[in-house]
């Protein structure tokens, strides 16, 4: 145990060694072509639930969903989920996704709960109001919808 903590403190005293401290004089001294600018950048998503979208014989049910604020000035869409719990008794249906941009993108689904990919909305801005659209293939479709919207932004 002793050489252990005797190890650590020597490790800790090399690091504080290697430091080099900058005075405010010297820091004074950088110009602008010298500074060093580090541009802020992550990832972020945001995720919406409809209400109950009821659909009979082939009527749309349609939800609007807000992403609210997203992080960052340049915001890209990397990918869109969408998870269907679909009630039982349920006919197949279509569903559509419509992005604040105004591009949509439909797929046929099933009867059972599942989760759907969309890539047709990579690159775009997120933010916005986002629509959720059912449309059954049969007599009735009960379907609550999560959004899930991934992005990466900068500043």
């Known amino acids: ?3 252990k903590l005797s190890l650590l403190l020597v490790v800790t005293l090399l690091c504080t060694l290697f430091v080099t401290p900058v005075s405010a004089a010297e820091a004074a001294n950088y110009t602008e072509d010298q500074a060093v600018v580090t541009a802020t950048s992550g990832s972020n998503y945001f995720s919406k639930i ?3 979208l009821n659909s009979l014989n082939g009527s749309a049910a349609m939800a609007k969903l807000s992403s609210g604020s997203c992080s960052g000035n340049e915001r890209s869409i990397t ?3 969408v998870n269907c719990r679909v009630s039982s008794g349920s006919s197949r249906f279509y569903l559509t996704v419509v992005s604040p941009s105004g591009n949509s993108a439909t797929i046929l689904a099933g009867t059972n709960s599942t989760t759907y990919t969309f890539s047709d909305f990579i ?3 997120p933010k916005g109001e986002w629509y959720v659209i059912v449309e059954s293939l049969g007599a009735v ?4 919808a999560t ?3 991934n992005y990466n932004y900068f500043y």
């Open 79 to 81: 990918s869109v989920t």
């Open 123 to 125: 690159g775009e801005d």
């Open 147 to 149: 959004l899930k919207v």
């Open 50 to 52: 409809t209400p109950k």
């Open 1 to 3: 145990m002793k050489r």
């Open 141 to 144: 479709t009960t379907v609550t």
